[in-house]
């Protein structure tokens, strides 16, 4: 059983999520005749690489950790397409996570050009967020996604089946895009979160998938009505302006463990902003801790004030800021930055 998520793009056919029972449609979904290419990671590699291999003539293995999504791996990705001769007619896939799925799109995007390219996402955080709506980046100097592009994939399988293989720190980093989806445009998915811990959600296929699916149609509605991000499609950054500073300045957080320290900030500025009821506020902080997320961190709020500066999103002296008005309705808005730090 399957659900198909279309989304829109610019002269070409729509991008096409594909949730449930998806890894066994992968030949279905790769153009037939034509050279394929896979990126993946060691992990990835060590449990899916006997499926990899029967669909890929090459496999490019790139190493993990947001440490090494920079340049210096697309390059090294490119280098081994140009090794191999491939041409604009070969086909990428990327087979992972939200770092190889970023890394994939990007590098696919600026080879030759730019080649057609799908994905396989095989975490919770890749399936719900990463994979998802064509932002494709590397970071550079530590901070989040500083260069990239907008390029959505031909695919995107969510295979919730490979989720019971993820470690659980990592399934309780994607909860928290989850949760975002839920705050930014669905109340109901967001009590999913209030009423059932990550064990229970691991436990219910059926449940799951459906939250999955509800999570990937809250983005894909934004990205729908704003594919390059002029307005609309801000929302989807809700938490993520702290939560990109969180990861700037310690490597004890990973992303989704950022953004629920985010998401809780966020609710507090919102409370402390008159926009956001205290009993709301408190519903998010639950969700997140009910989520195994961190709500706070030990990093000195005048730090990540500063780190705030270098947000892809700032402007001048302001950044574009998501706030919470209640759940499942939020405002974007342009705050100076020394206002936002006060409130921090």
Not at 249 to 272: D, M, P, Q, T, W
Not at 287 to 301: R, W
Request: net charge negative.
């Amino acid at each position: 059983m399957v659900t198909t998520i279309e989304i829109k793009r610019e002269m070409r056919n729509p991008s096409k999520v594909i949730v449930g029972d998806a890894l066994r449609l992968l030949p279905d979904v790769l153009p037939v005749g034509r050279r394929v290419v896979a990126i993946t990671d060691p992990n990835v590699d060590a449990i899916y690489g006997e499926v990899i291999r029967a669909h890929a003539g090459e496999v490019i293995v790139i190493p993990t950790g947001e440490e090494n999504k920079t340049f210096a791996t697309v390059e090294a990705i490119h280098r081994r397409l140009v090794e191999i001769g491939a041409d604009r007619r070969t086909y990428i896939v990327g087979v992972g996570g939200g770092i190889t799925t970023d890394v994939t799109g990007f590098a696919a995007s600026t080879y030759l050009r730019g080649v057609e390219f799908g994905f396989v996402a095989t975490s919770l955080l890749a399936q719900v967020d990463a994979s998802v709506g064509g932002k494709n980046g590397v970071n550079v100097a530590g901070y989040k996604n500083m260069a990239g592009v907008f390029n959505q994939p031909d695919f995107v399988l969510c295979d919730t089946g490979v989720l019971a293989t993820l470690p659980p720190r990592e399934f309780r980093a994607g909860l928290a895009e989850m949760i975002k989806a839920g705050i930014i445009a669905d109340p109901a998915l967001f009590e999913i979160f209030e009423s059932h811990s990550p064990e229970e959600l691991l436990a219910d296929t059926e449940l799951l998938t459906g939250a999955i699916t509800a999570a990937i149609k809250v983005k894909a509605a934004i990205v729908d009505a704003d594919e390059r991000e002029a307005g609309e499609r801000r929302k989807l950054n809700l938490g993520h302006t702290v939560a990109h500073a969180i990861e700037k300045l310690s490597r004890r957080y990973n992303h989704g463990e950022a953004v629920g320290a985010g998401l809780v900030a966020i609710a507090g500025v919102s409370e402390r902003l008159g926009l956001l009821a205290t009993a709301e506020c408190d519903r998010i902080v639950r969700a997140v801790e009910k989520a195994g997320l961190p709500t706070a961190t030990e990093i000195p709020a005048a730090e990540t004030a500063r780190a705030l500066t270098r947000d892809k999103k700032v402007e001048g002296d302001e950044l574009w800021l998501v706030v919470v008005r209640a759940i499942g309705d939020v405002d974007v808005r342009r705050t100076p930055i020394g206002e936002l730090a006060a409130l921090l």
